[in-house]
């Protein structure tokens, strides 16, 4: 069973940016990754699609900065969201695209001054 850790959130201002990692213990050369996140109450939402080579943003917070969006000699995709507002504030998941695994437990980021 594939494995997911997500890592990088914690606190930040707002205006601030973060890069977060996702570590995945199977390979993911040819798979098409996803970034999603959940807010207390809310259902989970989709953030960021991350091709072979590039990042598909479908959330404001990600402004096309993913210029490394994935390492798969590693098995780590990345984001960097940026303009973080406290609507962002979420705990912040990775997962495979196309055919989900088990979601892992995700890496909180919290937006407050």
């Known amino acids: 069973q594939v494995q997911l850790v997500e890592s990088g959130g914690g606190l930040v201002q707002p205006g601030g940016s973060l890069r977060l990692s996702c570590t995945v213990s199977?390979?993911?050369?040819?798979?098409?990754m996803a970034w999603y996140r959940q807010a207390p109450g809310e259902q989970r939402e989709l953030v960021a699609r991350?091709?072979?080579?590039?990042?598909?943003n479908d959330s404001d917070s990600v402004k096309g900065r993913n210029t490394i969006p994935r390492d798969n000699v590693k098995g780590a995709v990345y984001l960097q969201i940026d303009s973080l507002r406290p609507e962002h504030e979420a705990v912040y998941y990775c997962?495979?695209?196309?055919?989900?695994?088990?979601w892992g437990e995700g890496t909180q980021v919290t937006v407050s001054s």
């Open positions: 997962d495979n695209y196309r055919r989900p695994w088990s």
């Open positions: 199977g390979t993911i050369f040819g798979i098409y």
């Open positions: 991350i091709t072979t080579g590039s990042t598909t």
